[in-house]
């Protein structure tokens, strides 16, 4: 019985110090991962797949390109605006995290913009690669900076993405685009920084592996 | 920072970074291999041909999306329509009181220009069957201005169709699928149209930036060709647009640069317009239509010839209007033939030849006579 017990005893005294470790260790890492931060939602302990940050938001991209081409007559003359969805996904991803899927996945993004919106076959591929590319170089100084500074980035690669696109069209058709309307679409693109705020916040420290 | 145990995957950091910049690489070298490989400039149907399925798709889900909200849309008119029938009603009257002065003077004017027409054996353009659609999908970027509509290979639209709406020029078909149909407006970088000025008949190329505001360019004619507010039509030069659709007024930008204030812009672009006019291959052969033809050769036979009498017959010719100078003008020219001959029938000439002698101070076209005609049969 005595043997049994102590038997019995160890047992649960080697089980409760393991549990006991890992209580721990899951403590500390919990402390390093979300110290002097705030709760992110997805510190619920849910897995961040590739689906959550690469390609729902790039049907969300699509759904919200499909959404504002359509040729809805407005009142006084008006049009719907025409920004770049993709745009903030080029800037976002390499930022959240380097990927092998998401250079694939933007390009399917910009042929789909090259297909719908008429342009020549890998126009907008060269101009969200560069965008991606670019941040990514630079990624190391901007992920963790004030979200001024961020917004100051996202206004550089939006002028990056137009400054290319009108090279591009000036090689394309030889005639250089009007500028105005390049600074509207310009315009139009450059408020969608709230939706790179948001991508940002919810998945920036989502996976502690690439902090 | 490390973390503990998650130093392992630091490992993984630099080859990542590294390997995601190397398919980035890659990705631009086949896009930029893709892009030159799709230039736009000598636009023709393969530039937009292959994107016929996707148009396809694209469309039905636009149009989908715009189905409710041009239901709303017309809905609201409808409420409008009944609420203000009145005041409307009282407008168009006035309207079409004005308007009963200047039918008259119209039909009497297309009268007289049909007759003008055939006095001169003007080659007018042919009359072109139309495709009414709807516009589903708008691409309004400065880098491409298109549209997708719901007609396409189903209904006979075929590359190139120039499309118009109720206000005027919108553009011209470069992609087909059954249907569904992709529309390059006017306004877009790779457009180009020969147009002209109404008043001064100056001929230019209006050049989409894309911009609301197409540029005027290679005006051709004097200082004054050019003035604020002369309409600008289309001149037909080149053969991918009839002659004479409206386009847009003449307005000097900010800029300096003279550019046109579209029709189309005074309203939505809402339905559209498909002329199936293709191009010149539409008219006759090109060798017809690129000489005048002979007098002798479009004229009836003359009846037989009377010498004493074709002295009165030319006296009269430059009173009588109508087809009538016509007639009498051919039978005075070809009165030296006439006199040696009785009765003569005029043969079509070779084109060859027609192209070489086309005034009336050349040698009369040989004549056949009827005697020698029955001897040879």
């Keep these: ?211 | 920072m490390s973390y503990g145990d998650n130093q392992p995957f630091e490992n993984l950091k630099l080859p990542l970074t590294w390997g995601v910049m190397i398919i980035v690489a890659g990705v631009c070298v086949v896009g930029a291999l893709m892009f030159l490989g799709d230039k736009r400039g000598g636009l023709d149907a393969a530039s937009y041909g292959n994107r016929g399925g996707f148009d396809g798709v694209a469309a039905k889900s636009n149009n989908l999306l715009s189905t409710p909200a041009h239901v709303v849309g017309d809905g609201a008119n409808w409420l409008d329509d009944y609420f203000f029938a009145a005041d409307e009603n009282r407008i168009l009257k006035k309207k079409v009181a004005e308007l009963e002065k200047y039918r008259d003077s119209y039909i009497q004017a297309r009268e007289l220009n049909r007759r003008y027409e055939v006095l001169l054996n003007l080659r007018t353009e042919p009359a072109v069957d139309t495709v009414t659609a709807r516009s589903v999908s708008v691409s309004r970027g400065p880098f491409n201005n298109n549209r997708l509509i719901d007609a396409g290979a189903s209904k006979k639209i075929k590359f190139g169709n120039p499309v118009i709406n109720e206000h005027g020029l919108v553009g011209r078909v470069v992609g087909v699928s059954p249907d569904v149909s992709r529309v390059l407006m006017v306004t877009d970088v790779v457009s180009r149209i020969p147009v002209m000025v109404a008043r001064s008949d100056a001929r230019a190329m209006m050049v989409g930036d894309g911009g609301g505001f197409p540029r005027l360019e290679f005006v051709r004619g004097g200082k004054d060709v050019l003035k604020k507010g002369d309409q600008i039509l289309t001149s037909g030069d080149g053969g991918i647009f009839p002659r004479g659709l409206p386009v847009g007024e003449a307005r000097r930008g900010v800029d300096g640069v003279w550019r046109v204030d579209l029709y189309t812009n005074r309203a939505p672009i809402d339905m559209v317009k498909v002329l199936k006019f293709e191009d010149f291959s539409q008219l006759p052969r090109a060798d017809e239509v690129l000489r005048t033809p002979l007098v002798t050769d479009v004229l009836p036979p003359p009846p037989p010839v009377n010498i004493t009498g074709i002295g009165s017959s030319a006296s009269a010719s430059s009173a009588a209007p109508g087809f009538t100078p016509v007639n009498n003008g051919a039978s005075s020219s070809s009165a030296a033939s006439s006199q040696q001959t009785p009765v003569t029938r005029p043969k079509p000439r070779p084109v060859n030849n027609a192209a070489s002698s086309s005034s009336a101070s050349n040698p009369p076209p040989p004549a056949e006579t009827s005697a020698s005609a029955s001897s040879g049969g």
């Design chain 1, 1 to 211: 019985m005595l043997q049994g017990r102590h038997r019995q005893n160890t047992t649960r005294t080697r089980r409760g110090n393991q549990n006991a470790s890992r209580a721990l260790r899951r403590a500390r890492l919990a402390k390093a991962v979300f110290d002097k931060r705030a709760p992110r939602r997805t510190s619920g302990g849910r897995t961040i797949g590739p689906q959550d940050w690469l390609l729902y938001p790039a049907l969300l991209c699509i759904v919200a390109t499909f959404v504002l081409a359509t040729d809805i007559p407005l009142p006084f003359g008006w049009d719907l605006p025409e920004p770049v969805w993709p745009m903030i996904l080029a800037f976002s991803w390499p930022l959240i995290r380097p990927s092998y899927i998401a250079p694939f996945l933007l390009a399917g993004l910009g042929f789909f913009l090259d297909y719908f919106w008429g342009a020549p076959i890998g126009f907008y591929v060269l101009c969200l690669m560069a965008v991606y590319g670019v941040t990514l170089l630079i990624r190391s100084y901007i992920v963790g900076q004030d979200l001024w500074v961020v917004t100051v980035a996202y206004g550089l690669a939006v002028f990056l993405f137009f400054a290319l696109g009108t090279i591009l069209t000036v090689i394309d058709t030889g005639m250089v685009p009007r500028l105005i309307s390049v600074f509207e679409q310009m315009l139009a693109t450059g408020v969608l920084v709230f939706f790179v705020h948001a991508l940002l916040e919810r998945y920036l420290h989502a996976d502690v592996r690439f902090n």
